[in-house]
């Protein structure tokens, strides 16, 4: 038999160190992590807040967080759908719908820490560049870090919209034009880029829906209907996408707390595992248990157990 090099021994198994639970799941990047919790000594307990962005299938999920030795606890949070009690009842998942999330969240933050009439942000939505720190205020803005956890940085990335809408709500997160859209970096080096506000401003208000939404009427109106069931069910067309967007910017800034959801006066009536509401919907749900109870269900069980074997 050839020789075998033995490449790992006991002693590389005697030192291995399990990666973290949320590492090897794939979930959190923990250089990246470090890096945005880490505290300077000199600032010994002080809070470094962090503006998290995150996109699922369905919406565009905001929070404003700080990390602790028991967890992250989250000050403020917003959801694009959320958006509905402002006026966006679909399409919670575009750039537009992350430049609200973001202002709507802006907006909770400085209410929570009662801010809101000191840091008002950009009122106009240009699309210009915008720093909150440059105004002429008594007390400095309240700052954060922008944590997009996995997701790639890449140009005109939907996080850009988030982050633009939590800058012009007053939040002070440190942040170039260099990845929003209409960005065009310079041809040569040691030249600047050029920064297209109107380009991005069109993003802000869905103009590339709009768009897409008007040349598929054109050309494709079985398409259209399939593609913008939800929007014509909510009588939403081309021409009000940008009317929506610029009431529901309005409401946010006027009230970001939203209104508060219906409760359902439903009462429940119990027949030992059968559960029947009122609304006429019904549920199984076991009863709990006595610790005298389970011993005596497993007792039986064994009696029965047993019976049965001596019968064989």
């Not at 000594?41 to 905001?62: G, W």
């Not at 939505?125 to 940085?153: A, M, S, W």
């Not at 103009?207 to 069910?233: G, R």
């Not at 109870?293 to 157990?305: C, H, N, T």
């Amino acid at each position: 038999m050839a020789f075998v090099k033995v490449l790992k021994t006991a002693a590389y198994f005697k030192r291995f160190q399990v990666a973290r639970r949320r590492r090897r799941e794939g979930k959190t990047d923990y250089y990246a992590r470090r890096k945005m919790v880490r505290q300077d000594k000199n600032k010994f307990n002080n809070r470094k807040y962090r503006f998290i962005v995150r996109f699922t299938n369905k919406r565009c999920i905001c929070q404003c967080a700080y990390a602790t030795l028991r967890g992250d606890v989250v000050v403020a949070a917003a959801a694009s759908n959320e958006l509905k009690a402002f006026g966006i009842p679909v399409g919670h998942k575009n750039y537009a719908a992350a430049y609200a999330t973001g202002l709507l969240l802006a907006r909770r933050v400085l209410k929570h820490f009662d801010l809101q009439d000191k840091f008002k942000g950009k009122e106009e939505l240009d699309g210009e560049e915008y720093h909150v720190e440059d105004e002429e205020n008594e007390q400095r803005p309240f700052k954060c870090i922008l944590d997009v956890g996995l997701r790639r940085t890449c140009v005109g990335h939907r996080m850009w919209g988030a982050l633009k809408g939590a800058v012009d709500g007053g939040l002070h997160i440190p942040h170039s034009t260099k990845n929003f859209p209409g960005f065009k970096p310079a041809e040569e080096k040691g030249q600047e880029g050029e920064y297209d506000a109107e380009a991005h401003k069109e993003r802000i208000f869905g103009n590339h829906v709009k768009e897409y939404m008007e040349m598929l009427q054109e050309e494709d109106p079985t398409k259209y209907e399939a593609h913008f069931s939800k929007f014509i069910a909510e009588g939403i067309d081309a021409e009000k996408m940008e009317d929506m967007y610029t009431e529901a910017h309005e409401k946010i800034r006027e009230d970001p707390t939203g209104e508060p959801a219906e409760k359902k006066e439903i009462t429940y009536e119990r027949d030992d595992d059968n559960v029947k509401a009122s609304d006429g919907t019904e549920h199984v749900r076991s009863n709990k248990l006595t610790l005298t109870q389970r011993k005596e269900k497993v007792a039986a069980k064994i009696a029965a157990a047993q019976a049965k074997m001596m019968e064989e």
